[in-house]
Each structure stands twice: as structure tokens, then as C-alpha cells.
């Protein structure tokens, strides 16, 4: 089992920079693969980035691919989601995400942290 905790969100201008971080508790984050999703008012959550327990490999969705970057730090147990070039509508809740590599049915979540973007 693995404990999440999200930090970094807040109020930025559009074109702006945020760093997020997701800090896991456990000695086993190395076999997890994490990634972000996000929140808006009355959508449903979606994927933004993720990579694999060694960080070799990243995938993003389409419309964040060109501005956000996930990497991780195993020896901090710590993945990060830089968002650059940031748009109104990027605002929403931003959750960390972490599943047993290769598969596993179960998803870990931390509890969110905002971002808004506004001038």
C-alpha cells in the first residue's frame, strides 16, 4: 500500500509555470507506476501524464504533451509534473496516481491539489 500527498498547485497567470510534486510514502515506490490526472468543475477526471517505475518511459495526453513534463525521483519517492505555457483551462484539481507495475486492479490517489489559472 502506498500514501500520496500532492503540493505546489496554486493561482498563476496564463503563459506561467507550476511545479507539482506527489510524495509517497512506502519503501516500495520503485515498483509503482504514477502518474497525474486532473479535475475540473463537473467533469470527469482525466489522464494527463505518466511514466514507469524506472522513468524510462512517459506518455501524455495530446493536449498537455508540448507543455507538462513527469519525472520522478525514486530516491526521494517523489514524482513531478512541471506544467509550462500554463491555460484557463488547465484549472482544475490535480491528482497523483500510483499502480503496481506491470498491472494491478488497484489505484492509489492522494487528495488533490488545486491549480488555477487566471489572470
Known amino acids: 500500500q502506498v500514501q500520496l500527498v500532492e503540493s505546489g498547485g496554486g493561482l498563476v497567470q496564463p503563459g506561467g509555470s507550476l511545479r507539482l510534486s506527489c510524495a509517497a510514502s512506502?519503501?516500495?515506490?520503485?515498483?509503482?507506476?504514477m502518474g497525474w490526472f486532473r479535475q475540473a468543475p463537473g467533469k470527469e477526471r482525466e489522464f494527463d501524464a505518466s511514466?514507469?517505475?524506472?522513468?524510462?518511459?512517459?506518455y501524455y495526453a495530446d493536449s498537455v504533451r508540448a507543455r507538462f513534463t513527469i519525472s520522478r525521483d525514486n530516491a526521494k519517492n517523489t514524482v513531478y509534473l512541471q506544467m509550462n505555457s500554463l491555460k484557463p483551462e488547465d484549472t482544475a484539481v490535480y491528482y497523483c496516481?500510483?499502480?503496481?507495475?506491470?498491472?494491478?486492479?488497484?489505484?492509489?490517489w492522494g487528495q488533490g491539489t488545486q491549480v488555477t489559472v487566471s489572470s
Open positions: 496516481n500510483a499502480v503496481r507495475w506491470p498491472y494491478s486492479p488497484v489505484n492509489y
Open positions: 512506502g519503501r516500495t515506490f520503485s515498483v509503482y507506476a
Open positions: 511514466l514507469t517505475p524506472s522513468g524510462d518511459s512517459t
